[in-house]
């Protein structure tokens, strides 16, 4: 069984910065490719970042593209999502999710229905 929990969130002023960790366990992780998503008081979850198996590949919504960085150490079993110039408008519950992968691949992935496995969440709240 796969478990995801993350870690790093909190309050933090318009403009300054934060570093979300996302640990697992219950699988070899370089068979996991890794999103991070968020969801709004009254919004849909929304896609944030993804990265590939091997963190070779990565890819972010238009809406942190700049701010945001995704990455992962597989010997630690963690993904990370550094976020820097916060904005009011990023507070959400930040999760992290994984997807199973069989074979190598080099993709990310973007659609919450790819993933397989979802951590609690980790609120961020952006004040301005």
């Known amino acids: 069984q796969v478990q995801l929990v993350e870690s790093g969130g909190g309050l933090v002023q318009a403009g300054g910065s934060l570093r979300l960790s996302c640990a697992a366990s219950?699988?070899?992780?370089?068979?996991?490719?890794m999103g991070w998503f968020r969801q709004a008081p009254g919004k849909e979850r929304d896609f944030v970042a993804a990265?590939?198996?091997?963190?070779?590949?990565?890819y972010s919504a238009d809406s942190v593209k700049g701010r945001f960085t995704i990455s992962r150490d597989n010997a630690k079993n963690t993904v990370y999502l550094q976020m820097n110039s916060l904005k009011p408008e990023d507070t959400a519950i930040y999760s992290c999710?994984?997807?199973?992968?069989?074979?190598?691949?080099?993709?990310?992935?973007?659609?919450?229905?790819?993933?397989?496995?979802w951590g609690q969440g980790t609120q961020v709240t952006v004040s301005s």
């Open positions: 219950g699988r070899t992780f370089s068979t996991l490719a």
């Open positions: 990265i590939s198996v091997y963190g070779g590949n990565t």
């Open positions: 999710a994984g997807k199973a992968l069989s074979y190598v691949s080099y993709r990310y992935f973007t659609a919450k229905n790819d993933y397989d496995y």
